[in-house]
């Protein structure tokens, strides 16, 4: 780390303000108990606040394999979203502000201030835009400036997803969030780098045409040459659905077949019996299906691991699915039953629209 660190509890932080930290951060593993708002195996996602009332997001990284910690020891993700954010607000580019980040071993977090009414770019396409007419064209054109800012600035972000952006509320602003693999390329962006930025596009690739987002990229000043935009953008959804052709998932989607908890569903394993819940489609959990919601039907296992698995890939490919699937449990007797969706709620939280 920078020689400007401080170490405080054997952390040792880059912080520009240490009252930033006080006074959640000696007491840090139990506000992470109570406040957190997202979680996997490795990653803790919490809310904090400061003594002048100031509000952060605490990204905390905790290896929890031989293999990730190895990797952590040589590499910090918060050491690296922390330098990415600074890249971005050099470049001009509308950044989540990142004043610190912090390192013990091989966990490490970062502090993040909160931006107000905001959500990801997934939930506010999916749970908003794709019903409004308006609010999509709004969403597809600010988030072809936001592309284009990267182009602009001579910066490609590898790893950017519509995970990785907020949205406010309103629609009005998009800002990115927990960046990673960003660099500045001197001499301007190739169009490899430049395809690179298009995979938000080929998300929302089933509820607007290539040829309207091509139009919208083109407006914005992504490209002078609408037929490079074009060609560009039929390589990245090529490329997408090419690795989902084969039977196999790829290996950041296996965990569905694996009784694996993930951003896609959760597995709750209970008596021997496993329940797997279908998450919504932009990654928040869906309540335990019921009658209410939903039509029981018990099948194989073969059959059962099929629809299980061809529904995630028509979600991903934004294809059609004749019946989406909320749950499917496996009974300590070696039952299969499938629950499907039977309400309009649950079908669009999913991510199709029948």
């Known amino acids: 780390m920078k020689e400007d660190t401080v170490t405080i509890d054997d952390w040792d932080w880059c912080i520009d303000d240490e009252s930033r930290l006080e006074p959640w951060f000696h007491i840090f593993r139990e506000v992470e108990e109570k406040y957190t708002i997202k979680s996997n195996d490795a990653?803790?996602?919490?809310?904090?606040?400061?003594?002048?009332?100031?509000?952060?997001?605490?990204?905390?990284?905790?290896?929890?394999?031989?293999?990730?910690?190895?990797?952590?020891?040589?590499?910090?993700?918060?050491?690296?979203?922390?330098?990415?954010?600074?890249?971005?607000?050099?470049?001009?580019?509308?950044?989540?502000?990142?004043?610190?980040?912090?390192?013990?071993?091989?966990?490490s977090m970062t502090l993040s201030i909160e931006i107000p009414d905001t959500v990801t770019a997934l939930e506010y396409w999916f749970r908003i835009a794709v019903h409004n007419t308006a609010k999509r064209r709004e969403f597809v054109t600010n988030l072809a400036?936001?592309?284009?800012?990267?182009?602009?600035?001579?910066?490609?972000?590898?790893?950017?997803q519509l995970e990785h952006i907020l949205v406010k509320s309103d629609g009005s602003e998009m800002f990115i969030v927990s960046p990673c693999?960003?660099?500045?390329?001197?001499?301007g962006l190739s169009d490899e780098?430049?395809?690179?930025?298009?995979?938000?596009?080929?998300?929302?690739?089933?509820?607007?045409?290539?040829?309207?987002i091509s139009i919208a990229l083109l407006e914005a000043g992504f490209s002078d040459n609408?037929?490079?935009?074009?060609?560009?953008?039929?390589?990245?959804?090529?490329a997408a659905e090419e690795e989902l052709k084969d039977d196999d998932l790829p290996e950041s989607m296996q965990y569905i077949?694996?009784?694996?908890?993930?951003?896609?569903?959760?597995?709750?394993?209970?008596?021997?019996?496993?329940?797997?819940?279908?998450n919504t489609i932009w990654q928040t959990a869906l309540p335990v299906p019921d009658d209410t919601n939903s039509h029981a039907e018990e099948i194989s296992e073969e059959d059962?691991?099929?629809?299980?698995?061809?529904?995630?890939?028509?979600?991903?490919?934004?294809?059609?699915?004749?019946?989406?699937?909320?749950?499917?449990?496996?009974?300590?007797?070696?039952?299969?039953?499938?629950?499907?969706?039977t309400t309009e709620d649950?079908?669009?939280?999913?991510?199709?629209?029948?």
């Open 43 to 107: 990653t803790c996602v919490f809310r904090v606040g400061d003594m002048q009332k100031r509000s952060y997001f605490v990204k905390h990284f905790s290896p929890s394999t031989f293999k990730e910690h190895l990797i952590a020891f040589f590499s910090s993700k918060a050491k690296n979203i922390y330098e990415c954010s600074r890249i971005l607000h050099k470049a001009g580019i509308p950044c989540v502000q990142y004043p610190g980040w912090a390192k013990d071993g091989t966990e």
């Open 145 to 160: 400036n936001l592309l284009t800012g990267y182009v602009m600035a001579s910066v490609v972000q590898r790893d950017l």
């Open 181 to 187: 693999d960003v660099e500045y390329i001197e001499g």
């Open 193 to 212: 780098e430049k395809q690179e930025l298009l995979k938000p596009f080929v998300e929302i690739r089933g509820e607007v045409s290539p040829e309207n």
């Open 226 to 238: 609408s037929m490079t935009i074009t060609e560009m953008l039929h390589e990245c959804i090529d």
């Open 257 to 278: 077949m694996e009784n694996e908890s993930g951003p896609l569903c959760r597995v709750i394993e209970e008596n021997e019996n496993i329940l797997r819940i279908r």
């Open 304 to 341: 059962a691991e099929r629809i299980w698995k061809e529904s995630f890939k028509a979600q991903i490919l934004r294809f059609h699915c004749p019946r989406i699937p909320l749950s499917w449990e496996t009974t300590a007797d070696g039952r299969n039953i499938i629950r499907y969706a």
């Open 346 to 354: 649950a079908i669009l939280a999913c991510g199709f629209n029948q």
